[in-house]
């Protein structure tokens, strides 16, 4: 396991997420596409962040975001953990994890 980072108010930072096993299955059709957008930006919203881009490839995804109140770490969770659950239900997929 990689060591924490510590994070400070202000702080420009990218979240990558890959797939479990390196599936395509966040291939990003424009349905993806909306889902994984709103989902960011409700988060960002949520705890005050500004999302500077999102790019979403077939197994994995990279969110580079600026953070003023130090909040990362749970915007991080927020987003990663709604796609995933979102994305198992879409797939039919119950129980298993979505990012590996």
Known sequence: MTKPVEVFPGDTLMLTRKVTEDWFLLKPTPSIIQLVGYLVLFWAERYET???????????????????????????????????????????????????
């Open 50 to 100: 500004e999302v500077l881009a999102i790019i979403i490839m077939s197994n994995h995804l990279h969110i580079i975001f600026r953070d003023p109140m130090g909040r990362a770490p749970l915007f991080c969770q927020m987003v990663a953990h709604w796609i995933a659950r979102i994305m198992n239900h879409r797939l039919k997929r119950s129980n298993q994890s979505f990012f590996a």
